[in-house]
Nanobody
Framework: QVRLVESGGGVVQPGGGVLRLSCVAS????????MGWYRQAPGKQRELAAT???????NYADSVKGRFTISRDTAKNTMYLQMNSLKPEDTAVYYC????????????????WGQGTLVTVSS
């Protein structure tokens, strides 16, 4: 079993609001390939925010470029999302995702999601 747990969500004001999300992978984890942050706003479909490969190549949605920074600590099986200059339209549940995880026993786990953490940007 592989588990992803997000943390760091909360309520911030628009403009100067800053949050840092974390996602920790636990369980049968040896290597995690591409990880990503997705978000789902109320009444909307889930969308990509940012991804990072094992080689730390990053990709961002146009809506967050220049404001969000994705990073990972492979040794700690942890991924981060630094969110600056938050806007009301960034309000959403943010989900951590791993596309492929190789376990300590060699098993391969695919398409793993966390439970999400809520980010609210409001005055």
């Amino acid at each position: 079993q592989v588990r992803l747990v997000e943390s760091g969500g909360g309520v911030v004001q628009p403009g100067g609001g800053v949050l840092r999300l974390s996602c920790v992978a636990s369980g049968n984890v040896f290597r995690i390939y591409t990880m990503g942050w997705y978000r789902q706003a109320p009444g909307k479909q889930r969308e990509l925010a940012a991804t990072i490969t094992l080689g730390e190549n990053t990709n961002y949605a146009d809506s967050v470029k220049g404001r969000f920074t994705i990073s990972r600590d492979t040794a700690k099986n942890t991924m981060y999302l630094q969110m600056n200059s938050l806007k009301p339209e960034d309000t959403a549940v943010y989900y951590c995702h791993a596309d492929r995880v190789v376990g300590l026993d060699g098993r391969v786990h695919l398409d793993i999601w966390g439970q999400g953490t809520l980010v609210t940007v409001s005055s």
